[in-house]
């Protein structure tokens, strides 16, 4: 008996050190990826009433065009509603929380419920940004309705900022986006808007048909592994999103690399999410609602999701894969 509680005592500390080193923070995601630009979104330092908040946004967000885009009168500075569950190892735990309100029965990304607006990247490089990192903490309400699903932040670049979402493809020489969704009972995924190409779309898997972890829908984006982390109601959680756009720009070696609470979840190595260098990162992606486009996607009591700690890294070298000429898809 003493010889097993020996080896017991010995595997311990190895298991836990193994666990540690599985860790992987944003600072050093940015580091292995030479993303050397970094900015956090500022936050108040007392909560706030919804034009307060709004005032707040526009002047310290550097937002596209300056506003908010949709759902406005949704969001609110509030009062951290579970101080107790914070993310692990979370650095920042206190102060006022970006509240987001949907409302009962709402979906889409119209006005009613949900937010929607693009923070530039604000820096002084010559250079355009072919690589980023978006990292912050979301949480649920304590009896969250999923429903069958909602959007929620990610990345989005190319010289059209307004396409890319709301079923506006992408073709290569556009945008491209990257948010993240929530699925039926909690799923995650990445939900993309990138060219449709036969290394990520094979034609004989068009529909809604899941093929090495993608499902490829004409109408939509692009499902990225659907359930390969989870959404948890009633604690934080840190999520953390890299894009790394493929060069050049006609093979298929860009990077979609998720994070969930600084564990690796999902990566797609084999993407050409642009046909032409006019596409570049350029910057956060605030989207959140739920749907889809009916109203089979709403919830049917007021829901709320909570927001903290965005920070974007952002740096000039594209991804460095080695992959073969992307194999565009013929219809």
């Given at each position: 008996?003493?010889?097993?509680?020996?080896?017991?005592?010995?595997?311990?500390?190895?298991?836990?050190?193994?666990?540690?080193?599985?860790?992987?923070?944003?600072?050093?995601?940015?580091?292995?990826?030479?993303?050397?630009?970094?900015?956090?979104?500022?936050?108040?330092?007392?909560?706030?009433?919804?034009?307060?908040?709004?005032?707040?946004?526009?002047?310290?967000?550097?937002?596209?065009?300056?506003?908010?885009?949709?759902?406005?009168?949704?969001?609110?500075?509030?009062?951290?509603?579970?101080?107790?569950?914070?993310?692990?190892?979370?650095?920042?735990?206190?102060?006022?929380?970006?509240?987001?309100?949907?409302?009962?029965?709402?979906?889409?990304?119209?006005?009613?419920?949900?937010?929607?607006?693009?923070?530039?990247?604000?820096?002084?490089?010559?250079?355009?940004?072919?690589?980023?990192?978006?990292?912050?903490?979301?949480?649920?309400?304590?009896?969250?309705?999923?429903?069958?699903?909602?959007?929620?932040?990610?990345?989005?670049?190319?010289?059209?900022?307004?396409?890319?979402?709301?079923?506006?493809?992408?073709?290569?020489?556009?945008?491209?986006?990257?948010?993240?969704?929530?699925?039926?009972?909690?799923?995650?995924?990445?939900?993309?808007?990138?060219?449709?190409?036969?290394?990520?779309?094979?034609?004989?898997?068009?529909?809604?048909?899941?093929?090495?972890?993608?499902?490829c829908d004409d109408k939509d984006g692009i499902s990225i592994d659907r359930g390969s982390f989870a959404f948890s109601p009633g604690q934080w959680q840190r999520i953390s999103l890299v894009v790394?756009?493929?060069?050049?720009?006609?093979?298929?070696?860009?990077?979609?690399?998720?994070?969930?609470?600084?564990?690796?979840?999902?990566?797609?190595?084999?993407?050409?999410?642009?046909?032409?260098?006019?596409?570049?990162?350029?910057?956060?992606?605030?989207?959140?609602?739920?749907?889809?486009?009916?109203?089979?996607?709403?919830?049917?009591?007021?829901?709320?999701?909570?927001?903290?700690?965005?920070?974007?890294?952002?740096?000039?070298?594209?991804?460095?894969?080695?992959?073969?000429?992307?194999?565009?898809?013929?219809?």
């Amino acid at each position: 008996m003493a010889r097993i509680i020996l080896l017991s005592s010995l595997l311990i500390p190895i298991f836990l050190q193994a666990n540690a080193a599985s860790s992987t923070p944003a600072s050093a995601i940015a580091a292995q990826y030479s993303l050397t630009a970094s900015t956090a979104i500022p936050f108040p330092t007392a909560t706030m009433s919804n034009s307060d908040t709004q005032s707040f946004i526009t002047s310290n967000w550097n937002l596209l065009r300056n506003k908010i885009e949709n759902g406005a009168s949704f969001v609110d500075f509030v009062a951290d509603p579970f101080p107790n569950a914070p993310a692990p190892g979370s650095q920042n735990a206190s102060g006022p929380v970006l509240q987001v309100t949907y409302p009962v029965g709402s979906f889409s990304a119209g006005n009613q419920g949900g937010t929607q607006m693009v923070s530039m990247f604000n820096s002084s490089s010559a250079q355009p940004f072919e690589a980023m990192l978006v990292t912050y903490e979301i949480a649920f309400d304590q009896g969250y309705q999923w429903v069958k699903g909602g959007k929620l932040p990610g990345l989005r670049g190319g010289p059209e900022l307004d396409g890319c979402s709301g079923g506006n493809q992408a073709n290569g020489t556009n945008c491209f986006s990257t948010r993240l969704m929530w699925r039926t009972s909690g799923q995650g995924e990445v939900y993309a808007y990138v060219p449709r190409t036969d290394d990520i779309c094979p034609n004989s898997k068009r529909s809604l048909t899941e093929s090495d972890g993608v499902i490829c829908d004409d109408k939509d984006g692009i499902s990225i592994d659907r359930g390969s982390f989870a959404f948890s109601p009633g604690q934080w959680q840190r999520i953390s999103l890299v894009v790394r756009l493929n060069n050049p720009p006609n093979v298929a070696n860009g990077q979609i690399t998720l994070y969930n609470n600084d564990q690796q979840a999902l990566t797609k190595n084999d993407v050409q999410i642009r046909t032409s260098d006019a596409v570049y990162t350029a910057g956060l992606y605030i989207s959140t609602f739920f749907g889809g486009g009916d109203d089979s996607w709403a919830p049917n009591s007021t829901m709320h999701t909570y927001f903290r700690n965005f920070q974007v890294f952002a740096g000039t070298a594209p991804s460095n894969l080695t992959r073969s000429t992307a194999r565009r898809a013929s219809r």
